[in-house]
């Protein structure tokens, strides 16, 4: 009897634990960016983590989630806004979001009287945020919570149109974070690499906004996500976690260099 309510209390911890752009999504933008860091930048932030990877700490932001010290970070992940306008547009909320974190983080980054303390948090948080900003459902619309509140079926298991997008297709694929994302790193070529770069996170914003639209507008209510769903969408997940990786390492090289 204990047990289960043990179990019965977790669930929901455990489900919500999960809605988080998966980590391996997160990895792969770690990853990618750590080669395309310029020498100055590496050296800075392989002394700040204590030379631990980017990959490494992209996941930090998730797991104080489950500190309750922690709780005011939770609104940093994301940010919603009406489909079909501009985030510049858009009414603030009090509590912060992903752009204004995405802002703290690089004030504290450069400011030269913050605490090596702060500047770690915030390194990493950092790291965690130009990730999420490249899922699209964490740039949704409010009155679904960005797709948590779309239950949908992914094969035979429950899940929401957030979580697919967080984990359920990336997961589908197979692969680790090391061969994603080598495969995201070696299929571009400089050119592209540089035009995907430019712009700034207002725009790397207004872009995963606009793909979220199209997202919503690709299921129904209780669908069953399958086969065909993953192979339709597939590209944009790949193009998605590639831009996030070589504008981590932009977002960083102008921090540190
Ligand atoms: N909670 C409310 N909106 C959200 C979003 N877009 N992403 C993650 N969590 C949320
Ligand atoms: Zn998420
Ligand atoms: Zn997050």
Redesign the pocket.
Known sequence: MRFLLILFLALPTISSAN?IWGKTGHRVTGQIAEKHLTRKAKKAINKLLDGHSLAFVSTYADEIKSDRAYSSYSPW??V?YALGTRYQDASKSEFGDIVMAIETCTNVLKNPNSSQEDKIFHLKLLVHFIGDLHQP????R?AD??G?DIQLQWFDQGTNL?RVWDSNLIDYYNMGYVELANELDRSIDKKERKQLQQGGVYDWLDESHEFAATIYSSVEVGEKLGYSYAYEYNDLVFSQLQKGGFRLAKVLNDIFS
């Open positions: 809605a992940h994301y919603n459902m964490h740039a949704g409010s919570k960005g948590n957030h």
